[in-house]
């Protein structure tokens, strides 16, 4: 299947097969209403040829429906001139948007909620138990959730998607892990889908809208419901016109799969193609990924690539290099605490503060061809400049240094991407030293950890994880298991499984000595602002002479 050929979904013509996968951002404001800086975040991707934009979970409920901090909400009539914006803002930049609608239920944040905190059935929920909802309750919901859908479609919004995966209310029912009722709402698949079927039902019956859900094919619990129960699910769900395939309920991976999976892994599980439009979302990278992935599904769902590079579909159309995810799972899952970012595109999250500066001429030199060399020639020759490499050892610096296998499958795209970049704008590499010019060396060298014996590691530094490895070989090697702790979940289950493999043991830190290896991460990310901040940094000390 063409990836560049329209499509339809339920009488709304989508131009293309890409969709941008509903992500949770923290970009709007307390009170769930979007600004400019959340719609300049969507603007780019759908500029950069998604011909679909989801938006991330909006939650229907203010009471307690709420999961995030910035979440998006779409709840009172208050809301629609900003909402109407943003719809007429990705129009204009010529995609379609939908809005999916949540509530959170027993993933409700107490935090951010002021009513009671209620789920399908009270079982915990990772350290926590809700009330059990009464049918009073449900149906309340079910009426948040039609309202939700009449708010969208006033505001102009071309389609609604249910959030019916990853833990949140309308899986809570779906789950039988965490469905025990025994009333009309549980028991049986039919009982457990009946609040859906039931919203759905309410929701045609007032709009003619494209309606949608995602839902978890499979869960990754340990007890978690399998692809042919989530297929079983989709094929009896009512009046929807797609059904778009994520995984997971609270474990990892989910359908944010860290380097240590296959890309493609959802895709993997479904075994065939069913017989209403669907949509597939789950570690989708490159053209390759995206064809395996339509052979199973009629929309291809880009997710951290979206974040990676906003302009992935216009750059596979004109064969262009792009930044591809390395799916490392740093900056865009520390969503605890901050807003969006990503680990190799600078610009994700502050797209409404980037604004085209003028043009200079000349020639620079830069020393080194680590990430911040990299960067810093790829920004500045997009200024205008003639950069000149210069690099007395190996391209790519520390990434040479990577152990771990998966981790350097999955980096190894970005020093590519970088090699057809200067290749693209000509800049010339030489291999030798130089005194002069623009230093790009790394801002942050940690020390090598002595492998003379056994060792010891308390750290946070994704380096001494790699050294461990290495070290592993030869020599014991004992982490604690607070290291782990600055890992994203699913790096936590990968990298455990490879450091166990080489015979690395983990211990608690009160059971053991350790040594402390540094606290202050300096990642790709640091590396590529600050390659980009030494380019600023010479053009205010010389701008005069290369106007």
Known sequence: MNPFEKANIGGAEIKNRFVMAPMISNLCNPDGTTNENHIRYLEERARGGFGLIITEYAYVDDSNGKGSPNEMGIFSRSQLPKLSRLTER??????????QLVHSGGKANPHYNTGKIFAPSSVDYIGSIPEEMTKDDIKKVEEKFVNAAELAYR??????????AHGYLLQEFISPALNKRTDEYGGSVENRIRILNEI????????????????????????????????????????????????????PPGSSASFYYDNVHIGAKLKKKLDKNTMLVGSIRSME???????????????????????????????????????????????????????????????????????????????????????????????????????????GGQFNEIIDKYKKRDFTPLIEYYRSMLEKYGIEIRQESSNTGIFCLPDKVYPDILDV??????????????????????NKVIMSNNSLNSLERSRVTGYRRLAEKAGIEFKDMDHYDFKLYDSSQYDILEAMKSGRRVIENYILENETEFL
Not at 155 to 164: C, N
Not at 246 to 251: P, V
Not at 453 to 474: H, P, Q, W
């Open 90 to 99: 990705i129009h204009s930049a010529g995609s379609k948007i939908f809005v």
């Open 155 to 164: 505001a102009g919004f071309d389609g609604i998607e249910l959030h019916g």
């Open 200 to 251: 759905s039902s309410a929701i045609k019956s007032k709009l003619n809208m494209p309606l949608g859900i995602r839902l978890s094919l499979y869960e990754d619990d340990e007890g978690g419901y399998d692809a042919d129960y989530g297929i079983d699910v989709a094929s009896r769900l009512e009046n929807m016109d797609y059904v778009h395939f994520s995984s997971g309920r609270f474990a």
């Open 289 to 395: 990924d995206i064809e395996k992935a339509l052979t199973v599904s009629d929309f291809v769902v880009l997710g951290r690539q979206a974040l990676a590079d906003p302009y992935t579909p216009v750059k596979i159309k004109m064969k262009m290099p792009y930044r591809v995810c390395i799916r490392c799972n740093q900056a865009c899952r520390n969503l605890a605490n901050a807003e969006v970012r990503c680990t190799i595109n600078p610009y994700t999250g502050i797209e409404g503060t980037v604004h085209p500066g003028r043009k200079y001429h000349g020639e620079i030199a830069i020393v080194g061809s680590g990430i911040k060399g990299l960067e810093a020639a790829l920004y500045s020759a997009n200024k205008g400049f003639k950069p000149i490499i210069y690099e007395e050892s190996s391209f």
């Open 453 to 474: 014996g056994d060792v010891s590691i308390d750290t946070n530094i994704y380096r001494y994880f790699d050294d461990a490895l290495r070290i592993a070989e030869k």
